[in-house]
């Protein structure tokens, strides 16, 4: 193996074993003072910070790896989908760098480098890594702290795994790490990467703060390590240990008197339960309603809770067991009781929470990266030693012993019935478009949903198939045993069927329930019967169709007719774009904010359910001041058949 691929775990046994660290006075007695001069300084700061959780001795960098050690990823495999998925995106230019563009894909790039390097030890990966390193410096500047927090952590986890310190001693200590530790306080549009982790309990703060530990780790800053999480704790529910954040709209909180990140074990507000609700990005869809407005914040904010979660983790915190298994119980609120699976770039997050719980939400390899991390699937899967490994060594101190965590119930092989009727059982289920945060060019998100008829506490499982164009049913995989719903992505121009049983705790069975026959039909803009001035045709390769028609004129407005059981608006959102007034059948349903900081396209901005029949959708733009835009792409229509 070529190159020299220590990172941390790796640095701290040659330290053991004799190997002196550069730049650290050893040998006489002065050097000694010097040394224990610093560590009384360092203790000192410590114990000025209030409500410290307890944390390791000794910050990462000084001990330990950032993430993950070069001898744990050794371990892991080089052939199989996981593997070829992280090193088709390795072997690709890591293109313009820009830590300002909160959309880069640049630093996931440079980490797939950084993996395969510690890997395989080919020295050309490594020499990529350091060239991308020295040319992120400072493109920070002009952007926000979302996207210096998207985009950083996987610059610093890469400049671990290839051992910068080593490699390049003059550029790590010279330049790298003296900018890592102005990008704490750097301002960046008013804010800075400390002041919007403890500002802001939503994704811009999870995503800061995941920037926040990682420059801690990498630095060996303990202070500043053991700050962040106590920061990250109080976010999970422990106001004890920080409570200084700014929150919006309260409505979503389990106690609105004492707001927290995510909500507390048990809570219910109006009958319904919203233990692990994260309200801060909840109410991005709106103000508190069962059945919640769907919105994809919940997960975007959990990108950058859970890459904070491993890293402190890996610095020796309990994070995973905090408050009560607060991020599981997030996820577990997404998928059993909103409905929201992970999809699109939210997928990796499924692979670390089964490698930290021991649950079954992993999607099939290789998993799509997200906006900060990525690779889940080779970094937390089986290795070619081991049957099931620790995906990263245990920290120093151990994490507090807590009883295991029953798994999800795993996707197959589905039991065998028992004989006899069961006590319980399911309503035929319900097709309806469902809104997501991106559509492929190729299939429309549905959600299907059911009922339990009987008493909740004999229920065991659901079971749920699928048939396609008539053919024979296969099973359709639920988020968990127990949920009433799963969003599907369907290919236009098929019939589907779905059907539902209920499977008791005696293992018997319910009758089948079958739903309609459903056929999906996407129709372009031109479907519409635009009204109104200022209706433009922009054409981009983005959009479905490579054309979306756009105005900006208040009262400017566009029908769709169409027959069906359910019906979709499909068009972007972006800065310049503003509100839109939606009418079925000419009564006003709601009014969509089309408002984002980043232009996206191909959204379901708006899907309802209707009565078999004719129907007509319409759309009235507002004329927003400062950003009036709204534009169509394309509609959905749900039929039965």
């Known amino acids: 193996m070529s190159g020299n691929p220590q990172n941390g775990a790796q640095r701290a046994s040659n330290q053991a074993a004799g190997h002196v660290t550069p730049g650290r006075p050893t040998g006489d007695r002065r050097g000694r003072l010097i040394f224990i001069a610093e560590l009384a300084i360092m203790a000192m700061l410590v114990g000025l910070l209030p409500n410290l959780p307890p944390g390791p001795r000794s910050a990462n960098a000084a001990g330990g790896p950032v993430l993950v050690s070069v001898d744990t990823l050794r371990t892991r495999p080089t052939s199989g989908a996981a593997w070829t998925g992280l090193k088709a995106i390795a072997d690709l230019p890591v293109g313009t760098i820009s830590l300002a563009d909160q959309d880069s894909a640049a630093d996931i790039h440079v980490l797939a480098k950084g993996l395969v390097f510690a890997r395989l030890g080919t020295e050309s990966y490594r020499q990529a890594v350091i060239a991308a390193l020295k040319s992120a410096v400072g493109t920070e500047q002009g952007g926000r702290t979302l996207a210096l927090g998207r985009n950083l952590p996987g610059f610093v986890i890469a400049a671990d795994l290839v051992s910068l310190r080593t490699a390049d001693p003059a550029f790590d200590t010279g330049t790298f790490r003296p900018w890592l530790r102005s990008l704490l306080t750097e301002v960046l549009d008013g804010r800075t990467l400390t002041s919007t982790q403890e500002d802001r309990p939503n994704n811009w703060g999870t995503h800061a703060g995941a920037a926040r530990v990682a420059i801690a780790a990498y630095l060996g800053d303990t202070a500043v390590l053991a700050r962040a999480a106590a920061v ?11 409570a200084g954040f700014s929150w919006g709209d309260l409505s979503w909180q389990c106690d609105s008197s004492k707001p927290v990140g995510i909500n507390p074990a048990g809570c219910t507000k109006s009958g319904v339960s919203i233990d692990g609700v994260i309200p801060d990005d909840m109410r991005r869809g709106g103000v508190f309603q069962w059945p919640p407005v769907d919105t994809n914040y919940p997960w975007e904010n959990l990108q950058g809770a859970l890459l904070q979660a491993e890293l402190l983790h890996s610095a020796g915190y309990d994070t995973w067991n905090w408050e009560n ?58 290795s070619t030693t081991a049957a099931a490994p620790q995906p990263t060594p245990a920290p120093t101190p151990k994490p507090t012993p807590t009883p295991p965590v029953a798994p999800t119930p795993p996707v197959a092989p589905t039991p065998a019935p028992v004989p006899g009727t069961a006590v319980v059982s399911a309503s035929a289920p319900t097709t309806s478009i469902a809104t997501t945060t991106r559509l492929s060019l190729t299939t429309v998100p549905v959600r299907v949903a059911w009922s339990l008829s009987g008493d909740p506490a004999k229920l065991a499982r659901y079971d749920v198939q699928r048939s396609v164009d008539g053919g024979a049913y296969q099973r359709a995989v639920t988020a968990s045993a127990t949920t009433t719903r799963l969003v599907v992505a369907l290919s236009p121009g098929h019939r589907y069927r779905f059907r539902v049983r209920a499977v008791d705790r005696a293992g018997r069975v319910s009758a089948w329930v ?45 029908t769709f007719a169409f027959s069906g059981i359910s019906v979709a608006w499909i068009g972007p959102v972006g800065p310049t774009r503003g509100r839109a007034a939606v009418y079925v059948d000419g009564r006003l349903v709601t009014t969509v904010n089309l408002y984002r900081s980043t232009f996206h396209p191909r959204q379901v901005l708006f899907a309802t359910r209707v009565a078999a029949g004719s129907h007509t959708l319409t759309i009235r733009v507002a004329g927003t001041a400062g950003h009036p835009w709204v534009a169509v792409d394309a509609f959905a229509v749900l039929s039965p058949r």
């Not at 990250?232 to 920080?242: I, K, N, P, Q, V």
């Open 514 to 558: 079958t739903g309609s026959d459903t056929t999906l039909v996407r129709r372009q803009q031109a479907a519409g019967r635009y009204a109104g001035s200022g209706w433009l045709t922009a054409g981009a390769s983005v959009y479905l169709g490579g054309t979306a028609k756009a105005s900006r004129a208040a009262r400017a407005g566009v």
């Open 232 to 242: 990250f704790h109080g976010y999970l529910g422990s106001r004890a240990d920080y």
């Open 325 to 382: 298994r607060a991020l599981l119980r997030a996820v577990r609120f997404l998928y059993n009781r909103a409905g929201w699976p992970a999809v699109g770039d939210d997928q990796w997050q499924t692979w670390l929470i089964d490698a930290r719980y021991g649950t079954s939400y992993r999607v099939a390899s290789p998993v799509r990266y997200g906006k900060n991390f990525g690779f889940t699937d080779w970094i937390y899967g089986a």
